[in-house]
Structure formats: structure tokens, C-alpha cells
């Protein structure tokens, strides 16, 4: 009954489908079209079904589709077939990623693609260019307060040099990810000035309100984002005379996802990005895209709707392009970002593993691996044909979105543990190195988040100050250890700029009056080319983490059972400091690899009888990464401090 509804719907739009649209090549459109509809069909009607303009609107998607479709380049949409063919493309161990923005790693767009060597000289093959759209001085968040969603912000370059990038990392085989800001625009972008001249259409595409009733309505269960720079989630706009919802920066407007015309405006420019040459595209803050009263208006049921509508809409005109999910939330609910179904991934094929990324930093301020076994035990398992990034830092702060009742399970009292966590992170805490910085500190929830360099975190800029060799050396193999998970825990890695060289905090944020009321910009570094030089030369700093980091990249891309395909084992042992996880071949035995990891700074054991199935590994183990045989002591393993081993057998 249904599915004809869905039938004859998509019947009629097609009668009275443009000309200039009926007249184009649309096969494989269309077939995608046919086999998507129903789906899209059923979200379009769920989300939007109640309004008059209903049909109206279906039509103006379907078009919307086409239209993007037509500007597809040929060379796109045969990338487009082959991997509809090759549809697991993205779960295999070959892909190494990296974050970086764009002004502070290489000044601008062409001086990227000059650099795309360093890439290859790494061995990453997946870059993600933070926000390069225009967004208004001062209030840019980072690039996250879009002014205009079709242009490049000149100050880095033009669409001419981004499509030149996107070609030649094409030919290098290196995967281009940009970001689409979808849950808000700045209050300077076209939408919003509209607003705020009184046009109505526009002010629907955004919660306006001319009171504060329904506002004072939200707040009573709307946690602050940014409660020190931005408190509250409603800013009055005295240009507009009304109040409008301002989750993040009081200049960030969230949009109305009740507007139909929201939803096709936001896919339009998904599928204009896709058709600039993005192989991935980062969805933005998505835990936020439904405002309900009465909800903390994160993940809330429709959210994920309007991504699997994104989805199935993106999936006919460019299926070649994945989505990447930033929803930074609890475990349990950050796993929906995938999808409902049952079995495959239906929403984002790709999603920040955050609890995997704030557990490890729970086990470098602990220096052992209990919340991290508890939390990775805890955690849910994912769909198929769906994969992690997993990130030790990015350009936001470390949130510690941990659930309490793990820290319960690891005898830690929740509130105490986090305040620990910050304290020693921010080198408060007696025996810390560290030299973070504390961010959103929220004096009425008592809740706060962590700033800084992954090299500053780890004690490296304290120890390089006081010259002492020996907390040197731990601050890189740390480094190297957190590494070392997040290229065999499964998923796709992802460095951040600046951490391959050890970069430091940069303080000079602090003179910047545009950035110094935000922590984070101390970990969004300019590169020092000079520096990063240091990296060929034996003996240096740079060239410690950089050698030993492009090694383990290359031994990773050899290992064929770190592709992701939900086949890990995590291994409870008894040595509280250490994190152990099999990694597995679904169909046969041989192959699979042990990985141990020793969060502590002094050595530790691991009886190899006492691992189940894992213990009964023939022939010699060998640590793959360092390509030798391991201490053992009788059926002891001895994990040096900081030490990770990847065993494979001889
Ligand atoms: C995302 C970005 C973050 C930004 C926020 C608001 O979480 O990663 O940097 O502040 O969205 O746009
Ligand atoms: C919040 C948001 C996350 C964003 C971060 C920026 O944690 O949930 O999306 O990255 O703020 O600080």
C-alpha cells in the first residue's frame, strides 16, 4: 500500500519534471532513483508529510537531486560506479588519515597542494581540510560560522584552486574530506541578514521568537555548550526585534529543520561540495540538527531521520561520497550516527570514536587502562559497512563524556575522577607534566573540557623546557603509544596536523583579541616548515615521532587484519596498566594479531596462558611494528614503560 503511494508520487514528479532536466542522460539516476524512493519517500513524509506544500516540496527535492547530478563530472561519476561495486572500499586498513587547517598548515589551498609530498612522505592518504569557507572576522568559531556555504574564504583561495587540489589529490590517490556546516550559519550570512530585515521566509529558516516564553520554555532542559563565551542558547538580535536559538557562539543561528526548504537548501550544498570534489564530507555538530521542547535537543529521533534522508538523497546522486558524523555524545547514543538497521550502516558511514579518544586520555592521567577496558567493553558494537575515525586529538577540546556508571565500575567516584582529570591535564595535580588549559568550565554544572597540543598534554613541552632527557623520551613514547592504538583498534586514523612533529601549545592566541577567549586556538598551530625540516635529521625530536610514525603507518597498510570489519576482541587481563585487544581474520585463523599496549611508565607483564584462544599462537610472536621477537620471560611478556606491541607470528 505504501510503496504505492511512493510509486505514484514519484510518477507524477517525473511527468512534470523540467524539460531542460528530461532532457539529459539520467540513467544511472534514475535507476538509483527507483530503488531509493521508497526510502526517501518514507523519510520526506515523516519529517514534512503534515504540510500542504508536501507534494510541492518532493518535487523541488527530486529536482534538486537532478539537477547536481547533470553537474556531475564524468570523472566522478565513474568513481561513483566503481565504488558502488567495490562498496567496502573505505573499511580497509590502507587508509591513514589526517586533520589540518588549511591557513595554518600550508597558508592557503595552492600552498597545499605543494605540500601534498609531506602526505605521501608520511604515508597519510586521507586529508581533511577544516572549514575553508568564508565566514566573518572575529566571529568564526574556526571557520564553523559560515557566511556563505558556495564559496572558498578568500584569505586561503578559490574554487579554481580547491577543484586543482581535489584533482591532484585524485591522481594521488589521496581522499579529499570537507566540511558542511549543517546545523547553523553565521549571523551574516544571506538567510540571516534576510531574517533580520524581516523577511519571513528566511526568518523560518531559523528559530526566531518574539518573546522569551518559549525560549525560557528550552532552556529548561538545554545544557550550555559554551557556557563561558556563549551562555544560554538564545541570543535577542536587536536588527531582527526577536530572539533567536543560538546553541554554540551567540553568531551561530541553528537552523529550522522543520522547513523543508532547510533540508533541500542544506542537501543542495552537500551535493555542491560532493560535485567540487570531496570523497567525504564531514557533517558538523549533527547530535543537534531537531530542537524539541522539553529534550536537550541533542540526538533527538528526527536528527537522525534527516541524516538518512541526506543519506538516501546523496546515495542517488553522488553514491561515491561518504558522510562523516561529528556527534561528540555518550557512547550509546553516538553509535546511532550509523543507522538504525539491524545490520548495515544507513546514515554515516563513518563516525569520531570519542569515547575511544577521551578513554586513552583517561589512561595517560591514571597511567593505567582501567576506565579504558571498562569504557571499550561498555561500548556499543557498531554496524556493518560502518567505521570509526579514531582521533587522540583534534582541533576541539577533550571533552570527558564518559558514563558515570563505568567510572563506578573502575571504584572511581564520577565528579572527584573528572575533576582529577583536569586538574592533571591542566599540570595542577602534583607529578603532572602536562600543560593543557582548561576550556568551557561551567561553574553552575561544575563540568569543564581540556585545551592543548597532544605534545603539551603528554608532558613533552615541560620536559623540553627542563631539559630533562629522561621525561623527553616518555613524552614520545606516549605520543607513539596513542598512536599505536588508533592504527590497529580498527577504523580509519586520523593525525592531527602538527602532532607527527611534536608540535607545542602556541599561546599566541592570547594577543589575538578575536581568539584569546578561546582555549582552543592554542592547539591549532601554523607550522613551522623550519621545524618540521628536523624530521630528516637523526637525533631530533621531530625525527623520533615522525620516523617511528611513518613506519607504523606503512607496517599498518601490510596488515590486513586491521582492516575494520567488527573483528576485534578485547581481552580482559589481570595487570590493571595494560590495554590488550586481538584483531582477527572473520574467515580463517592465521594472520591475526595480538596488540598489547602498557599505559604505564614502568614495565609490566603479561602471562600469555592466561589469554584464552589467543594464547594458543603457534610459532614465534613478533612485533610487527619494530619487526623483532618481544621479551619474554618463560610465557611472561614484558611490556616496557609506555611500550605497545603489535604481535603477529613468525
Ligand atoms: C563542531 C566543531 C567545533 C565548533 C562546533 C560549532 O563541533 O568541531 O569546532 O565549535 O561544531 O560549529
Ligand atoms: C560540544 C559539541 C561538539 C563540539 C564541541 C566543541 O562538545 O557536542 O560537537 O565539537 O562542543 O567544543
Not at 566573518?136 to 557566511?147: F, K, L, M, Q, R
Not at 623527553?472 to 592504538?485: E, N, R, S, V
Not at 613506519?551 to 576485534?568: G, H, L, T, Y
Amino acid at each position: 500500500m505504501y510503496e504505492q503511494v511512493a510509486h505514484s508520487l514519484l510518477n507524477d514528479i517525473l511527468n512534470q519534471i523540467k524539460p531542460e532536466i528530461h532532457q539529459q542522460d539520467l540513467r544511472h539516476f534514475y535507476t538509483r532513483l527507483g530503488a531509493n524512493f521508497y526510502a526517501i519517500h518514507a523519510l520526506f513524509e515523516k519529517l514534512y508529510g503534515d504540510r500542504d506544500d508536501f507534494e510541492q516540496q518532493a518535487q523541488t527535492l527530486v529536482e534538486t537531486m537532478a539537477r547536481q547530478y547533470i553537474k556531475r563530472s564524468d570523472k566522478l561519476r565513474q568513481l561513483d560506479l566503481a565504488r558502488e561495486r567495490d562498496y567496502n572500499w573505505f573499511l580497509s586498513q590502507k587508509w591513514v588519515g589526517m586533520a589540518l587547517y588549511c591557513n595554518g598548515f600550508a597558508g592557503d589551498l595552492n600552498g597545499l597542494r605543494e605540500r601534498l609530498n609531506y602526505f605521501q612522505e608520511l604515508g597519510i592518504n586521507l586529508v581533511h581540510v577544516m572549514p575553508i569557507m568564508p565566514c566573518p572576522e572575529g566571529s568564526s568559531d574556526g571557520g564553523y560560522a559560515v557566511s556563505d556555504f558556495r564559496e572558498i574564504d578568500p584569505q586561503v583561495g578559490t574554487l579554481a584552486d580547491l577543484n586543482a587540489l581535489a584533482a591532484e589529490m585524485q591522481a594521488r590517490d589521496i581522499l579529499l574530506v570537507l566540511d558542511v556546516v549543517v546545523n547553523h550559519t553565521s549571523n551574516r550570512h544571506y538567510w540571516a541578514e534576510q531574517a533580520k530585515a524581516g523577511n519571513p521566509v528566511y526568518q523560518d529558516y531559523y528559530y526566531t521568537f518574539e518573546t522569551r516564553s518559549v525560549p525560557d520554555m528550552f532552556e529548561q532542559s538545554m545544557p550550555e555548550i559554551f557556557p563561558e563565551n556563549a551562555p544560554g542558547n538564545f541570543t535577542w538580535d536587536e536588527e531582527m526585534g526577536r530572539w533567536v536559538m543560538t546553541v554554540f557562539n551567540d553568531y551561530q543561528w541553528d537552523l529550522n529543520y522543520s522547513n523543508p526548504a532547510v533540508f533541500i537548501e542544506m542537501l543542495n550544498i552537500i551535493l555542491f561540495w560532493a560535485n567540487q570534489g570531496a570523497d567525504i564530507l564531514r557533517l558538523d555538530a549533527v547530535a543537534f540538527l531537531w530542537k524539541k521542547i522539553g529534550s536537550t535537543c541533542q540526538n533527538e529521533r528526527e536528527a537522525h531521520l534527516i541524516l538518512q534522508l541526506l543519506k538516501d538523497c546523496c546515495q542517488v546522486t553522488a553514491p561515491g561520497v561518504l558522510f562523516i558524523a561529528e556527534a561528540i555524545v555518550a557512547p550509546v547514543e553516538m553509535i546511532k550516527y550509523f543507522g538504525e538497521d539491524a545490520v548495515i550502516a544507513k546514515e554515516c558511514e563513518i563516525a569520531y570514536n570519542a569515547t575511544f579518544m577521551a578513554l586513552m586520555w583517561d589512561a595517560v592521567a591514571t597511567k593505567n587502562a582501567r576506565l579504558l577496558n571498562q569504557g571499550i567493553k561498555s561500548l556499543p558494537v557498531k554496524l556493518e559497512r560502518a567505521t570509526w575515525l579514531n582521533y587522540i586529538r583534534c582541533h576541539d577540546d577533550i571533552g570527558l563524556g564518559f558514563d558515570d556508571r563505568d567510572i563506578l565500575l573502575c571504584d572511581y567516584q564520577p565528579a572527584e575522577h573528572r575533576k582529577f582529570l583536569i586538574d592533571y591535564f591542566t599540570g595542577q595535580f602534583a607529578d603532572s607534566y602536562a600543560r593543557g588549559l582548561p576550556f568551557g568550565q561551567n561553574d553552575k554544572t561544575g563540568d569543564a573540557r581540556i585545551s592543548g597540543s597532544l605534545a603539551s598534554l603528554v608532558g613533552l613541552e615541560y620536559a623540553l623546557e627542563v631539559g630533562d632527557d629522561s621525561a623527553i623520551d616518555d613524552a614520545i613514547k606516549l605520543i607513539l603509544l596513542l598512536h599505536g592504538m588508533i592504527m590497529s583498534f580498527g577504523g580509519i586514523p586520523l593525525l592531527y596536523y602538527g602532532d607527527a612533529l611534536g608540535t607545542l601549545n602556541d599561546d599566541s592566541y592570547r594577543t589575538d583579541p578575536n581568539k584569546r577567549g578561546d582555549t582552543r586556538w592554542v592547539h591549532r598551530p601554523a607550522i613551522d616548515w623550519e621545524i618540521a625540516a628536523r624530521r630528516n635529521t637523526p637525533g631530533c625530536v621531530e625525527y623520533k615521532i615522525f620516523s617511528a610514525l611513518k613506519r607504523m603507518i606503512a607496517v599498518r597498510k601490510e596488515i590486513s587484519v586491521f582492516a575494520d570489519f567488527n573483528n576485534r576482541e578485547l581481552l580482559e587481563v589481570e595487570n590493571p596498566h595494560l590495554f590488550v585487544f586481538g584483531r582477527y581474520n572473520l574467515n580463517h585463523q592465521s594472520g591475526r594479531v595480538l596488540v598489547v599496549a602498557n599505559f604505564n611508565g614502568k614495565p609490566q607483564h603479561l602471562n600469555l596462558d592466561d589469554l584464552g584462544t589467543w594464547s594458543s599462537q603457534q610459532g614465534q610472536l613478533v612485533d610487527l611494528y619494530r619487526g623483532t621477537s618481544p621479551d619474554l620471560f618463560k610465557n611472561s611478556l614484558v611490556i616496557p614503560g609506555f611500550g605497545f606491541y603489535w604481535l603477529g607470528e613468525k
